[in-house]
């Protein structure tokens, strides 16, 4: 399997300096995954990892919220040929209004799939609406973890991973 971290970097998705996460919180490392999945080959490394990754998860669908996860949701989709829930970050305020495109019947059970987490907050936002929705969560999985949550999810590499390949600066 191709060297997922060499593959990030060659991208350009990972970037050094002072950086301004979504969370608000500042960071000397910006790890951008929606820039690396453009690449085909990324994409579809990083799909086959996290298929590998949930291969003893029990799930029957992939839930993911727009943007960054959309990409990754797909590619998984194909991997594991389940069905895929995307969540709006915001819900339409016209049209059918809907908070989600897809399907979640009581008792699902999700895989929810986000590129990168710091706070977790926005995977703690679709694990809470996917079981308001009736689902049940069986797994957090991400490409990078930033280990500054408390979901502990399953991740492709960690924060700490990364920060050491300073050959890579």
Known sequence: MPDLLKMLVDSGAIKYGEFTLSSGKK???YIDIKRAVT???VLETVAGMMAEKLKSADFDRIACIELGGVPLAVALSLKTKKPIVIFRKKKKEYGTQEEFIGDIDRGDRIAVVEDVITTGKSARSVVERVEKAGGIVVAVITVVDREESDLNPLS????SDI???SKFQ
């Open 163 to 165: 920060l050491p390949q």
């Open 27 to 29: 960071s000397s490392v």
């Open 156 to 159: 492709l590499l960690k924060l």
């Open 39 to 41: 690449r085909p080959d």
